[in-house]
């Protein structure tokens, strides 16, 4: 191999190159250390101009949230904790967390998606105790916004 043949292969792997994507930033939560990913800050800000967060009334719905819940409820997904999320909630984003099989995510998912719901993400979630004895698994959907 020549001289100039390797140059010019260093001068195009140069310009190939790929830029590193930024580290999960971890923060503490209620409910342990969350990571946060780029999504799901941005979801988070308030420059997705959503009207502020409503308070949070134990033992009732979050009114940004009622509606995926109530779906997913009338199509069999057994729905066991929610969230319209943003500050003071227990979430940053709306969330809904229920029990079922490995395929009872997927069907939930498809609920969302057939009704134009907001999805963002879908969670298989083991929660670790106190006692460090870990729990689960649960399913969480995540929506891009609050659905008021």
């Not at 799901?40 to 009207?51: I, L």
């Not at 819940?69 to 809904?96: A, D, F, M, R």
């Not at 029990?99 to 134009?116: D, F, K, Q, S």
Request: aromatic share 6%.
């Amino acid at each position: 191999m020549t001289t100039q043949y390797l140059k010019s292969m260093v001068r195009r792997q140069k310009k190939t190159r790929l830029k590193r994507t930024p580290d999960v930033e971890i923060r503490p939560n209620i409910r342990g250390l969350i990571p946060y990913t780029v999504r799901s800050v941005v979801a988070a800000t308030p420059e997705n101009h959503q009207p502020p967060s409503s308070p949070s009334v134990p033992g009732q719905i979050d009114p940004g949230i009622r509606q995926a819940v109530k779906l997913l409820q009338e199509h069999g997904i057994e729905t066991c904790e929610s969230c319209e999320g943003g500050p003071g909630h227990s979430y940053p984003e709306p969330t809904v967390a229920f029990y079922g099989t490995p395929e009872a995510g997927w069907r939930a998912v498809a609920i969302c998606l057939a009704y134009a719901l907001p999805v963002m993400s879908l969670r298989r979630v083991w929660d670790v105790l106190e006692s460090n004895e870990p729990t689960g698994p649960h399913w969480e959907i995540t929506f891009r916004r609050r659905m008021i």
